[in-house]
């Protein structure tokens, strides 16, 4: 009697199912009697459709689920099998207006152009390319400076405005480079020929341009730090 009352509820069922067009997409619900809800859950799980939701009634479920295979998707529940049959909500006329769901010409990767535009691609990238390497080459170049050379440039570039931060930088960064010291950063330790005296220059130097001060000694401060420059390098004063 059970399994007589599975089949009937199944043929009523399918019949719902078959008296109206289910769309891709399309909320479906079922009632269904005489199945287990693991039943159900199976069936859905070895189908090929979209399980919502699974509710109790009082004989049975609710089960509301979802299709997006077009055409006709078997659902067997038990040893009955219910058949849903899905349409496209696309029709002729859309795929006139999109002509790549009707016909398969997107499928090419190329075309007779194809080529052409990678070689035009190729070398431009290929010329980029270049040009970035060698304006990379060029700032390496640059960077490369010697102490010395960058000594020398600092002591090129001081300004009449801010001199006592120039001098100053300028033979800090020449003694860490040197030394491998920390001057730069302001821990003034004698180190090598850098003696006592000549940190307190620095100490001055660092003093006088919070001062205000305008004296006339930025000549004097460059010759003192060429001074020291010469120290390190066990030379006269060549500069």
Same mark, same amino acid.
Request: aromatic letters at 8%; charged letters at 30%.
């Given at each position: 009697?059970?399994?007589?009352?599975?089949?009937?509820?199944?043929? %009523?069922?399918? =019949?719902?199912?078959?008296?109206?067009?289910?769309?891709?997409?399309?909320? %479906?619900?079922?009632?269904?009697?005489?199945?287990?809800? !693991?039943?159900?859950?199976? =069936?859905?799980?070895?189908? @090929?459709?979209?399980?919502?939701?699974?509710?109790? $009634?009082?004989?049975?479920?609710?089960?509301?689920?979802?299709?997006?295979?077009?055409?006709?998707?078997?659902?067997? /529940?038990?040893?009955?099998?219910?058949?849903?049959?899905?349409?496209?909500?696309?029709?002729?006329?859309?795929?006139?207006?999109? *002509?790549?769901?009707?016909?398969?010409?997107? !499928?090419?990767?190329?075309?007779?152009?194809? *080529?052409?535009?990678?070689?035009? =691609?190729?070398?431009?990238?290929?010329?980029?390319? /270049?040009?970035?390497?060698?304006?990379?080459?060029? @700032?390496? +170049?640059?960077?490369?400076?010697? *102490?010395?050379?960058?000594?020398?440039? +600092?002591?090129?570039? %001081?300004?009449?405005?801010?001199?006592?931060?120039?001098?100053?930088?300028?033979?800090?960064?020449?003694?860490?480079?040197?030394?491998?010291?920390?001057?730069?950063?302001?821990?003034?330790?004698? =180190?090598? *020929?850098?003696?006592?005296?000549?940190?307190?220059?620095?100490?001055?130097?660092?003093?006088?341009?919070?001062?205000? @001060?305008?004296?006339?000694?930025?000549?004097?401060?460059?010759?003192?730090? $060429? $001074? %020291?420059?010469?120290?390190?390098?066990?030379?006269?004063?060549?500069?």
């Amino acid at each position: 009697m059970k399994n007589i009352m599975k089949l009937i509820m199944l043929v %009523i069922i399918s =019949a719902s199912i078959y008296a109206k067009d289910i769309n891709v997409g399309d909320l %479906i619900t079922l009632s269904i009697d005489g199945s287990s809800k !693991e039943e159900i859950q199976e =069936a859905f799980h070895t189908s @090929k459709l979209e399980l919502d939701s699974i509710e109790k $009634k009082d004989n049975g479920y609710i089960v509301r689920f979802r299709s997006f295979n077009v055409g006709e998707t078997p659902l067997l /529940i038990g040893n009955k099998k219910i058949i849903i049959d899905t349409k496209s909500v696309i029709t002729k006329d859309d795929k006139e207006i999109y *002509p790549n769901l009707s016909d398969k010409s997107d !499928e090419k990767l190329y075309n007779i152009k194809f *080529p052409g535009y990678m070689v035009v =691609a190729g070398l431009i990238g290929a010329g980029s390319l /270049i040009y970035l390497i060698s304006g990379m080459k060029f @700032k390496k +170049r640059e960077k490369e400076l010697s *102490p010395e050379e960058k000594f020398q440039r +600092r002591l090129e570039n %001081i300004s009449d405005e801010t001199w006592p931060f120039d001098v100053s930088i300028a033979i800090r960064k020449y003694i860490d480079s040197v030394l491998n010291t920390h001057f730069t950063s302001g821990i003034y330790k004698p =180190a090598g *020929p850098v003696n006592q005296d000549d940190i307190d220059f620095l100490l001055f130097l660092d003093n006088y341009k919070f001062s205000g @001060k305008n004296d006339n000694i930025k000549d004097e401060s460059i010759t003192k730090i $060429k $001074k %020291i420059h010469d120290k390190l390098r066990g030379e006269p004063n060549e500069l």
